[in-house]
């Protein structure tokens, strides 16, 4: 053999060895969380792993096959759908065939996954193909049942964050960085100053609120009938964004950049919306996360109903936290 071949076999050795050391002597789990089994037919065996059978809506799920055949057949794994029941595949590496003196080849296959909703899945059997001439034959591993749990408790009424702690030392290097930019700040504003005084009056218009900028984006979205066209995940993507933009701009919540378990925890013990509407959101959120990503079609009668809602809140909420009637009188 060559010497790249000698280096692509004693890795594969070196994998082979660390699964075997790993694994018990029934050839099941590896721990109490993951799960590991060899499947044999006639001169093809598979080495299937996955390295945990319960993860939280934030983690990664990892499946690793390795596989060898005898006798001269040639293994390889056939393409990959994007997505294994309810998980989002992230990646797919698949390592180059390693030949053996004894005509024996392997290869591996590593497998991101991500999931997007809690509950009880099941990965599917998965398949290798091996050929050899006109001879050609398939290896299938078994199903295995995945856990996913939320980030959110169970009971979230009693929910309380914890305030952060000071750090106890003092970081000059902060200060520092902190009095280099206040420096900047102070010049950068100094020159804007004297460069609006040089510059002719001219009519100030007025900032427009959240709640105004809601409903006119909101009046674009529904113009646009997306709907009418069949693009429901682009639809209830925009609605989606223009509640999440909203609600930072209303009550300072960061919730165009959490995910929708993000955002529900923190919704849950925020005093500055309405208790009524956390409901409502917690509907509409949940409703558009199935639409974008369990592929859901929605009926015309769940699509009005998730118009209203947005309208409502951001017409009522706007309401309370301007103390005025602006946007009234634009119609949707």
Not at 11 to 20: A, E, G, K, R, W
Not at 49 to 59: L, M, Q
Not at 60 to 84: G, Q, V
Request: overall charge neutral; glycine content about 4%.
């Amino acid at each position: 053999m060559t010497g790249k071949n000698i280096k692509k076999t004693l890795f594969f050795v070196f994998i082979v060895l660390l699964t075997v050391f790993s694994c018990s002597k029934d050839n099941k789990t590896t721990s109490s969380n993951s799960f590991e089994k060899t499947f044999t037919k006639g001169p093809v065996s598979i080495v299937f792993n996955v390295n945990k059978t319960e993860i939280k809506t934030s983690e990664e799920l990892i499946i690793t096959l390795i596989a060898k055949t005898e006798d001269s057949w040639n293994p390889s794994f056939p393409e990959l759908s994007k997505k294994l029941d309810k998980f989002t595949v992230l990646n797919v590496a698949d390592s180059d065939p390693v030949k053996e003196s004894d005509n024996s080849t392997a290869i591996s296959r590593t497998i991101r996954l991500k999931p997007f909703l809690s509950g009880s899945y099941t990965i599917p059997a998965l398949v290798l193909d091996y050929t050899r001439g006109e001879n050609k034959g398939k290896l299938l591993t078994e199903p295995v049942q995945i856990k996913v749990s939320s980030l959110l408790p169970e009971d979230t009424k009693n929910l309380v964050l914890k305030d952060i702690e000071e750090p106890n030392t003092f970081n000059y290097i902060k200060l520092i960085i902190y009095t280099c930019i206040a420096a900047i700040i102070l010049i950068a504003g100094l020159v804007l100053f004297l460069l609006y005084k040089k510059r002719k009056t001219k009519r100030i218009l007025p900032e427009l609120t959240a709640f105004e900028i809601a409903y006119r984006q909101l009046n674009v979205l529904l113009e646009k009938d997306l709907p009418g066209n069949g693009e429901y995940k682009e639809f209830y993507f925009q609605l989606n964004q223009i509640v999440r933009i909203y609600i930072e701009k209303q009550f300072y919540i960061r919730a165009p950049e959490q995910t929708t378990e993000e955002f529900l925890k923190d919704l849950s013990v925020s005093t500055q919306i309405p208790e009524n509407f956390k409901y409502v959101l917690k509907e509409f959120l949940m409703h558009s996360d199935l639409v974008k990503f369990a592929s859901h079609l929605p009926e015309e009668k769940e699509i009005e109903n998730s118009i209203n809602s947005c309208k409502n809140f951001i017409k009522i909420t706007g309401k309370m936290v301007n103390n005025d009637t602006a946007g009234e009188g634009e119609a949707l």
